[in-house]
């Protein structure tokens, strides 16, 4: 087993691909952080008002601090999606499976490696949010760290990003192409499911539903509030029950593609 995760994390390190996702992550968790941080500071934002708006320390730092979230779990689902598609665009799979013939070992190994990149990116996200953010709102007065649960929704932070780079594993097993793959994967997180989990609270069965969306439980987790259109905050999950949900995502999707990987034939 120890032979086939090294075998994974090989692939992935050698290859320019980690490092290129890891300054676009750290420069996305940086400017969010310093735009939200100016944004939610600005007068004329504080003196708008309205929902969905910081309304206290502790809340604009959490705001600030996962504003690059959005960015940096679209950058893990694309890793995700990537780990298995490159395999089977460049045709390695069967030479992956050859050097270790059982299959699951395989998946588990690149389930393993998915959550230590992901954990990896978070953290490196966070560093550069957090010193960016934590400076700014210094600067203009606020305390960034007067709440303990900031370090709450920081640490699970790193379990998001870990959790949507596994959701991207099973897309990239079921939909084999991987341009086919990564186009759906980030059209659907970045667009389609956003602008569902907007809509659907407008009813209220609707808003019963969305509460289940991947986003919508993403924000749960990290305590940032979710807002429908029409500017109303609709309620979400608890962040224990989000995390729960995400990671039940992340879960199922890895089960299909580990189910669907063992019983395929490769050629």
């Known amino acids: 087993m120890s032979k086939a995760v090294s075998s994974e994390f090989r692939k992935f390190f050698t290859t320019r691909l980690w490092w290129g996702m890891l300054i676009a992550i750290v420069v996305a968790g940086a400017a969010f952080a310093a735009l939200f941080a100016f944004l939610f500071t600005s007068d004329a934002v504080i003196g708008e008002g309205g929902p969905g708006l910081p309304t206290s320390d502790a809340e604009l730092a959490r705001t600030t601090f996962t504003s690059g ?31 270790e013939p059982k299959r699951s070992r395989v998946m588990v190994a690149k389930t393993i490696l998915l959550l230590a990149v992901g ?6 996200s966070l560093t550069a949010s957090v010193v960016t953010g934590a400076t700014i709102l210094s600067s203009r007065g606020h305390e960034p760290f007067g709440d ?70 993403t924000n ?48």
């Open 69 to 99: 979230i959005g960015v940096g779990y679209l950058l893990t689902l694309a890793i995700g999606v990537m780990t298995v598609g490159a395999e089977y665009r460049h045709k390695t799979i069967t030479a992956t499976f050859l050097a």
């Open 119 to 124: 954990a990896m990116y978070g953290l490196a």
């Open 148 to 217: 303990p649960e900031i370090w709450r929704t920081l640490a699970l932070s790193l379990l998001v990003l870990g959790l949507w780079a596994l959701i991207g594993l099973g897309v990239g097993i079921l939909i084999p192409n991987q341009v086919a793959a990564l186009l759906i994967a980030v059209g659907v997180a970045w667009i389609v499911e956003p602008i569902i989990g907007a809509v659907l609270p407008l009813t209220e069965i609707g808003a019963d539903i969305a509460r289940y969306l991947p986003s919508q439980a």
């Open 220 to 267: 749960a987790t990290l305590n940032v509030q979710n807002v429908s259109f029409g500017g109303t905050v609709s309620d979400q999950l608890a962040w224990w029950a989000g995390a729960l949900v995400l990671t039940g995502y992340a879960v199922v999707m890895a089960l299909i593609g580990t189910i669907r990987t063992v019983r395929a034939d490769i050629s």
